[in-house]
């Protein structure tokens, strides 16, 4: 059994700043890529940044120079450094990690249970 679970979200201020932090435990072998996704009311969940097992990052075009997705393997954690948010910003962000529980077994997608982040003033 494997869990990831988020912290962080909250209301925050146009132009501020919140960082998001998610943790896997449970039976994890290895950890390949490590990601955040949001999803706004109304709209399709989307990529927001992902982070390979050596650290090589993407960011979506929206986010660029704005958010910073790190991960402390040894923590089997992934954060998500958000700054100059804006309005826009307001979604419920998940994290998903692509997780291996023994040598044998095949990587699976694991989901957080999402955490709000709400940008308003």
């Known amino acids: 059994q494997v869990q990831l679970v988020e912290s962080g979200g909250g209301l925050v201020q146009p132009r501020g700043s919140l960082r998001l932090s998610c943790t896997a435990s449970?039976?994890?072998?290895?950890?390949?890529?490590m990601a955040w996704y949001r999803q706004a009311p109304g709209k399709q969940r989307e990529l927001v940044a992902s982070?390979?097992?050596?650290?090589?990052?993407e960011y979506t075009d929206s986010v660029k120079g704005r958010f910073t997705i790190s991960r402390d393997n040894a923590r089997n954690t992934v954060y998500l450094q958000m700054n100059s948010l804006k309005p826009e910003d307001t979604a419920v962000y998940y994290c998903?990690?692509?997780?291996?529980?023994?040598?044998?077994?095949?990587?699976?997608?694991?989901w957080g249970q999402g955490t709000q982040v709400t940008v308003s003033s």
């Open positions: 449970g039976s994890i072998f290895s950890i390949n890529a």
């Open positions: 982070i390979t097992s050596g650290s090589i990052t």
């Open positions: 998903s990690s692509n997780i291996r529980t023994s040598y044998s077994a095949p990587v699976v997608k694991y």
